[in-house]
C-alpha cells in the first residue's frame, strides 16, 4: 500500500466506521494496536505505569477526534503523531525531567527486563545472562539520554518497524530529516554500547 | 579510514535500512565491498540494530483494557457528536449579549415601553416617511396589539447564554439573528420613537 493511497488501509476503513458511529470498530482498533502504543510509549518514557496511561490517553483523542476523521495517511501513523506527541508533551514534564530512579529504575527491575530481551544467549558476546542483563540496562539508559526526537525516529523505525517515509509523516518532517535523526540515534547507541560489541 | 569512509559514514545506517535511492546505494556498495573498515562498522551497526529492534516488549497490565474502557464509558458516543458542529460559534453568544443589552437600552430610553412592557406587533413596521412630506401618521394602537412575552423575562439571563442555549439553526445561519423577536423589536422600537419624535413636532409647529 502507497501513502498515497491511505483508503485502502485497514486501519483507515475501520475509523471511517468509527466516524459512523461503530462501536466495535473502535474496540477492534483498539485491540488491535493498543498494546504496541502501551509499548512505543514505555520505551520513549521507561515508565509502564505511565505508558498505560499515556496509550489510554492517546485511544480517547482518536475517538474524540472521530467525527471530524478525514484519511489523509496511514491509520497508525496517524496513530503514532498522536502518540509521539503524547510521549514529548510527557517527557517535557518537569517531574520527567527529575524522575526518580530509584523509584522507576529498580535494578532488579532493569535486569528483569533485560533477561526478557536477550535471553537467548547468542545475543551478544559472552554468552552470558549477566552481560545481557547489563546489555538491557545500558540500552535502556542510552535510549533514556537520546534527544526525544531521535528516540521517537529510532523507535519507530527500528522497533515498530516503520518506514522513513511513515516516520517522517509521523513526526511532521522530512524523509532526509529522519533519516538524519535515526543515523544520530544509531551512531550514539554504537558509540555507547562499543563494550559490547 | 580513507576519505571516502568518512563520507560514507552518516550514510551507512540509511544503506542498511534499504533508504537510499540507487545512484546513493551503489558507490556504498562499491566501496563496502573493498574495504574491511567499513565491512566491520556495518557488522557493528547492525548488531545495535538487532538489539534495538530486540527491546522486550511490555505487556500491558491485566486491567489495563479494563481501566480504558471504564474511561470511555463517560464518553459520549461518536453518533451523538457528529451531528454538532466540530467548531460552534462561540462569537454568537456575546454578539446576541451585547445586541440583548443594547436593545434593553434603547427600549429604557424610549418613554412608556419600559413598563408595561411594549405590546407592538411582532412584525416590522413601516418606516415613517420624511417628516416634510408626511400626511398624519396615527400612533400605533398598543392596546389592540398582540400580547407578546415579557422581554425582561426573556432576557434575564442573557450573560448566561451559552451555544447549547441557541436554537442549532441559529448557529448554523447567522444570518437568522435579524429574525430574533428582540432584534425585531428594537426596530419597532425606533419606528415608535420616530413616530413620537414627529407627533411632538407637529404639535410643536402647530
Not at chain 1, 461503530?22 to 521507561?46: C, M
Request: charged share 25%; net charge negative; hydrophobic share 40%.
Amino acid at each position: 500500500m502507497t501513502l498515497s493511497d491511505p483508503a485502502s488501509d485497514p486501519g483507515v476503513q475501520l475509523m471511517l466506521r468509527v466516524r459512523d458511529g461503530d462501536a466495535d470498530a473502535f474496540r477492534e482498533l483498539f485491540e488491535k494496536h493498543s498494546r504496541a502504543i502501551v509499548n512505543f510509549a514505555y520505551h520513549f518514557v521507561g515508565s509502564r505505569h505511565r505508558a498505560e496511561e499515556i496509550a489510554q490517553d492517546v485511544f480517547l483523542q482518536i475517538y474524540r477526534a472521530a467525527p471530524r476523521y478525514e484519511p489523509t495517511a496511514k491509520f497508525t501513523t496517524w496513530l503514532y503523531r498522536i502518540a509521539t506527541n503524547a510521549c514529548l508533551n510527557e517527557v517535557r514534564r518537569p517531574e520527567h525531567r527529575h524522575p526518580k530512579r530509584s523509584l522507576e529504575y529498580q535494578p532488579d527491575d532493569e535486569h528483569k527486563r533485560a533477561e526478557i530481551a536477550y535471553a537467548d544467549p547468542t545475543a551478544i558476546p559472552g554468552d552470558s545472562a549477566l552481560a545481557g542483563r547489563q546489555l538491557g540496562a545500558k540500552i535502556n539508559a542510552v535510549l533514556e539520554d537520546l534527544p526525544p526526537n531521535q528516540r521517537a525516529a529510532l523507535l519507530m523505525s527500528r522497533v515498530d518497524g516503520m518506514s522513513y517515509l511513515e516516520v517522517a509523516e509521523a513526526l511532521d518532517t522530512t524523509e532526509s530529516a529522519v533519516k538524519s535523526l535515526v543515523f544520530r540515534a544509531t551512531a550514539t547507541m554504537r558509540k555507547e554500547l562499543t563494550e559490547f560489541l | 579510514m580513507s576519505a571516502t569512509c568518512e563520507a560514507i559514514g552518516p550514510e551507512l545506517v540509511a544503506y542498511l535500512d534499504g533508504a537510499l535511492a540507487d545512484d546513493e546505494r551503489r558507490p556504498i556498495a562499491s566501496h563496502v565491498s573493498t574495504c574491511l573498515v567499513c565491512r566491520r562498522e556495518i557488522e557493528r551497526l547492525t548488531t545495535v540494530q538487532r538489539w534495538v529492534s530486540e527491546l522486550p516488549a511490555v505487556e500491558p497490565s491485566r486491567d489495563f483494557a479494563a481501566t480504558f474502557w471504564e474511561r470511555m464509558e463517560e464518553e459520549p458516543p461518536v453518533a451523538e457528536r457528529s451531528g454538532r458542529p466540530s467548531r460552534p460559534l462561540r462569537w454568537i453568544v456575546p454578539v446576541l449579549a451585547a445586541a440583548a443589552v443594547l436593545a434593553l437600552a434603547l427600549r429604557s430610553m424610549v418613554p412608556g415601553t419600559s413598563t408595561p412592557p411594549p405590546t407592538v406587533p411582532a412584525a416590522p413596521a413601516p418606516r415613517a416617511p420624511a417628516v416634510a412630506a408626511a400626511p398624519k401618521i396615527e400612533r400605533p394602537k398598543v392596546a389592540a396589539a398582540p400580547v407578546e412575552k415579557p422581554a425582561p423575562a426573556q432576557l434575564a439571563n442573557v450573560e448566561d447564554l451559552k451555544p447549547e442555549d441557541l436554537p442549532p439553526e441559529l448557529l448554523e445561519h447567522p444570518e437568522l439573528f435579524l429574525r430574533l423577536p428582540v432584534v425585531r423589536r428594537l426596530e419597532t422600537l425606533e419606528h415608535i420613537d420616530a413616530v413620537k419624535r414627529e407627533q411632538q413636532s407637529e404639535d410643536g409647529a402647530g
